[in-house]
């Protein structure tokens, strides 16, 4: 991994960041948007907890569940122009859709309870007729990118998500057998863990306005917070405006669509295709969510 998949973005975005998301899974993007709007979205999730910023002692329980947030910090947020280009880079010009909120928001405070929800996990990406649980397929249906919002500074003390790094690769192959039908995310949790047990360990740290951009398949986890400050983070979708295809007969595959195709061990083009932008190695309440967040970070 190098450097946590950090991407500067003082210029044009490059085939850094493309090898980078191939590889590790994820790109953190620092500044992403500017504090000030960190600082107000922040205050308006305070609102939201009920919760007192100056009294610990208010701060009832370790996890509070803050659904979408379409109030006009959190649309500029996402909608900074270097999150755009990003989205451009790893998905592909017009085959995603524009954001205008955020949410979930899983806001963690210092607690001596330890919250049941720290499985390492896939999202699940949409609710099949009948089913009780959130699924996922091999073409990540509907989901393009997972993405971490952070709205506070984050320390490897303030419960960070973590993340094992590459893990993207190991799914593909998990979820091939299920078919177009997928699974839920309950029945890969296990199977995706036990495939991704030997990655490296990542902390999603950093400073209010920093965005992970993560694949869709990215292997992570929440855990409890024994720190002293809250965590304030969105964990939103990047929603598909197109199904992904794998096997593209003009080979213009997105970041996303490669990294599947690179899991599933596909040698077909040796090349890093057009799309993809790099060098090609073997190997709810929100107002705009049609998903509900399965699972924690």
């Known amino acids: 991994m190098r ?3 950090r991407v500067a973005h003082d ?12 590889e590790d899974g994820f790109v953190k993007i620092e500044g992403a948007f500017p504090p000030r709007v960190a600082e107000d979205c922040a205050r308006l999730l305070w609102k939201e907890t009920g919760y007192d910023p100056e009294d610990p002692a208010s701060w009832k329980a370790p996890v509070v569940w ?3 947030m379409a109030q006009g910090p959190f649309a500029a947020a996402v909608n900074s122009p270097v999150l755009h280009e990003a989205f451009d880079v790893l998905v592909g010009e017009g085959r995603w859709q524009p954001r205008y909120s955020l949410g979930s928001f899983p806001l963690r405070f210092p607690h001596e309870e330890e919250p049941d929800d720290a499985g390492w996990h896939i999202e699940g990406s949409y609710l099949p007729e009948g089913a009780a649980h959130w699924h996922t397929n091999l073409r990540s249906r509907e989901r393009a990118l997972l993405m971490l919002f952070l709205f506070s500074e984050v320390t490897e003390a303030d ?17 091939e057998p299920y078919g ?19 990655r490296p360990l990542a902390h999603a740290t950093g400073h209010p306005g920093d965005v992970y951009l993560c694949h869709p398949f990215l292997v992570h986890a929440a855990q409890p917070h024994h720190g002293t400050h809250p965590r304030f983070m969105a964990q ?4 598909l405006d ?7 007969t003009d080979g213009n595959y997105s970041a996303v669509e490669f990294a599947i195709r690179r899991g599933l061990s596909e040698t077909a083009d040796p090349r890093a295709p057009e799309g993809a932008r790099g060098t090609a190695r073997p190997a709810t309440t929100d107002p705009q969510s049609k998903l509900s967040p399965p699972a924690n970070a």
Do not use: C, N
């Not at 210029?11 to 191939?22: I, K, N, Q, R, T």
């Open 236 to 239: 939103p979708p990047l929603y």
């Open 11 to 22: 210029g044009p975005m490059d085939d850094a960041m493309v090898e980078s998301f191939l």
């Open 159 to 175: 419960a960070p998500t973590r993340i094992r790094v590459g893990s993207h690769l190991d799914v593909p192959p998990v979820l």
């Open 242 to 248: 197109a199904p992904l295809e794998l096997d593209r």
């Open 3 to 5: 450097g946590a998949g």
């Open 180 to 198: 177009e039908a997928g699974a839920s995310f309950l029945e890969l949790g296990p199977k995706v863990a036990a495939a991704s047990a030997d």
């Open 66 to 68: 803050v659904a979408g």
